[in-house]
């Protein structure tokens, strides 16, 4: 496959991917509007807690899935400026492998895995 190619490609499932995340996002920014509205409505002190705990995981996944999509638009405009699949530390290529399997990375291997050994530390 030629890199025009897999740019190609990689655009494809980038754009895929923003476009689901975007769905995830509003369809959680509507349960959160849905379950704000019905809040209160129940006074057993249980039901309070369930809201509580639903209402934290459903921030949680937008908080994910805002962060994913701010990671996935970051790698579209890479590919834009014709640095994706360049490593942001070494300035090294990234492994098509690696982009494959996370399209939006944005370090090589090495690099990767250097600053996880110094995370642990």
Same mark, same amino acid.
């Given at each position: 496959?030629?890199?025009?190619? =897999? =740019?190609?490609?990689? !655009?494809? *499932?980038?754009?895929?991917?923003?476009?689901?995340?975007?769905?995830?996002?509003?369809? %959680?920014? *509507?349960?959160?509007?849905?379950?704000?509205?019905?809040?209160?409505?129940?006074?057993?002190?249980?039901?309070?807690?369930?809201?509580? %705990?639903?209402?934290?995981?459903?921030?949680?996944?937008?908080?994910?899935?805002?962060?994913?999509?701010?990671?996935?638009?970051?790698? %579209?405009?890479?590919?834009?400026?014709?640095?994706?699949?360049?490593?942001?530390?070494?300035?090294?290529?990234?492994?098509?492998?690696? %982009?494959?399997?996370?399209?939006?990375?944005?370090?090589?291997?090495?690099?990767?895995?250097?600053?996880?050994?110094? *995370? !642990?530390?």
């Amino acid at each position: 496959m030629t890199p025009t190619t =897999f =740019f190609a490609a990689q !655009r494809e *499932r980038l754009e895929a991917e923003r476009d689901a995340l975007l769905a995830e996002i509003a369809a %959680l920014d *509507r349960e959160h509007a849905d379950r704000e509205e019905s809040a209160g409505i129940g006074n057993v002190v249980a039901e309070e807690m369930a809201e509580t %705990l639903a209402r934290e995981r459903d921030l949680a996944l937008r908080s994910n899935a805002r962060d994913l999509l701010e990671q996935v638009n970051a790698a %579209l405009h890479r590919i834009d400026e014709g640095t994706y699949g360049i490593c942001a530390s070494c300035g090294g290529a990234i492994a098509a492998e690696r %982009l494959e399997a996370l399209p939006y990375a944005t370090l090589c291997i090495s690099c990767q895995s250097a600053r996880e050994r110094t *995370r !642990r530390w």
